[in-house]
């Protein structure tokens, strides 16, 4: 390793050019502040999974104009999910219809051509770089700013900023060298992921194939979500009991695509046909959890998932990862204002408005993991009585996308889950 004595100055340095970081730039590009984003991949490669962008993240993206260039992309809109037993019978139908505001659906898109997107409106920006294959490694702090090290082909960098911002993921080193005080840690559970691409004319496909219908099967100890993203791209998950991949495929793949067939009929031949009879192709997929006490400090501040990673029954990472941005950028911009360094009290508010709403998505994540996880009969059972119930009680029903959708948290109280859970064991 040789040192690059070349030593650059921005205003901001940004470890991880995850969605947080692109969505920051793309607020902050306007005001002409010099960013640079460092991330050790090569590129915006496909991540091979799905995701979902709520009605939260469509509205951060209308606001920087940016929403009608994401439709242009593959893409499938959801206006509900399916949530259905085992045995492939539908518990409830769960609709955006009921989300207040202009955007009463998802979308699911492979995240890479999102963060593509974001990254191809900041290139016109000159003031604004983006530097692939770039290590981060240390920083320091001192009351003339923040010096940060990074390696990049084989040689160490320099750069100086007034801040450093670490949208670094989960495994976080901006986290660890700041010794920001919290936990960060693993479900007992993982997923597995894969993807089924369908032959050009996807009309020619069983039609649960076909369907693009988003179902959530829940069975003891099982799930297996199934949705599209793209006219011919199927991607789905399956939950990993205790992230132990030799038991749950002690018997090879054939006994799990029976099964994932019945609910799905015609899964098993198509997923055969793309390798799917192979267990190394189903890629594991580790849910963590990073809960802080602080989100920053003089000259460092966190964001996305190396602030608050959270299990993935939200489906809110992403999103909340976006609304960080949203809410740190006007508090950014006028920090930036105030001298050589930023300042941990100036970032306070962000703290403020950000660290209870995601608290209280990772109370909320915790309970459905200990609901949807469940292999216990009496949960299993009172699971599907309440999301029998909740279908019919249309109050709950917006509570619940509400809160999904990423706008409010509107977590469902204890009189709630009762009534769901009363007006799902009435035969009806
Ligand atoms: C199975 C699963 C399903 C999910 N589904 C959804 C969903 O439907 N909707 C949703 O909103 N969210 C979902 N999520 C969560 C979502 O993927 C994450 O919350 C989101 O990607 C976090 O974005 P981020 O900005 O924090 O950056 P990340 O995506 O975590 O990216 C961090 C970046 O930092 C880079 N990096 C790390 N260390 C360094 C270093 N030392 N130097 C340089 N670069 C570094 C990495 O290369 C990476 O590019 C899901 C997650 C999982 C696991």
Excluded at 360 to 369: F, G, I
Aim: net charge neutral.
């Amino acid at each position: 390793m040789t040192a690059d004595l070349r030593t650059e100055a921005f205003d901001i340095v940004i470890t991880g050019a995850g969605i947080g970081a692109l969505t920051l730039a793309n607020y902050l590009a306007p005001l002409g502040f010099r960013i640079l984003i460092l991330d050790r991949r090569p590129g915006f490669d496909p991540v091979h999974r799905g995701e979902l962008v709520q009605p939260l993240g469509l509205s951060i993206l209308e606001e920087l104009s940016l929403l009608d260039d994401l439709k242009k992309l593959p893409h499938t809109l959801y206006k509900s999910f399916d949530f259905l037993d085992d045995e492939g019978r539908l518990l409830m139908r769960s609709s955006y219809e009921a989300v207040p505001g202009p955007h009463p659906y998802a979308l699911a898109i492979e995240p890479h051509l999102m963060d593509q997107l974001l990254a191809k409106n900041l290139s016109q920006h000159s003031h604004i770089v983006i530097r692939h294959e770039s290590d981060f490694k240390n920083f320091s702090v001192d009351s003339s700013g923040v010096t940060a090290t990074y390696e990049r082909g084989g040689q160490s960098r320099m750069v100086l900023a007034r801040i450093l911002i670490g949208d670094d993921g989960r495994h976080s080193r901006v986290r660890e060298i700041a010794k920001i005080p919290g936990t960060a840690a693993p479900y007992r559970d993982s997923y597995l992921g894969g993807s089924l691409l369908l032959p050009e004319d996807p009309s020619s496909c069983p039609p649960a194939i076909a369907d693009t219908t988003g179902r959530y099967f829940l069975g003891p100890r099982s799930i297996f979500f199934f949705f599209s993203v793209s006219e011919r791209r199927r991607f789905f998950l399956l939950l990993l009991p205790n992230r132990d991949r030799e038991k749950f495929f002690a018997g090879g793949t054939g006994p799990l695509l029976r099964r994932l067939d019945r609910q799905i009929p015609g899964f098993a031949e198509i997923a055969t046909q793309g390798g799917l009879d192979d267990p190394d192709r189903f890629m594991e997929l580790s849910v963590w959890k990073v809960d802080l006490e602080r989100w920053s400090d003089d000259g460092v501040v966190l964001m996305g998932d190396a602030a608050h990673a959270m299990n993935p029954h939200v489906a809110q990472g992403r999103n909340q990862a976006m609304e960080d941005a949203r809410v740190l950028a006007p508090i950014l911009s006028k920090a930036l204002l105030s001298g050589p360094l930023v300042r941990r009290e100036s970032l306070l508010l962000y703290e403020k408005e950000r660290i209870p709403v995601t608290r209280a998505l990772h109370r909320l994540a915790d309970e459905m993991t200990r609901v949807w996880n469940s292999g216990n009969p009496f949960v299993v059972r009172a699971r599907e009585a309440a999301f029998r119930g909740i279908g019919r009680m249309p109050s709950l029903e917006r509570k619940i996308v509400t809160t999904i959708g990423g706008l409010r948290i509107l977590p469902l109280s204890h009189w709630d889950k009762f009534r769901a859970l009363l007006a799902g064991l009435i035969p009806g």
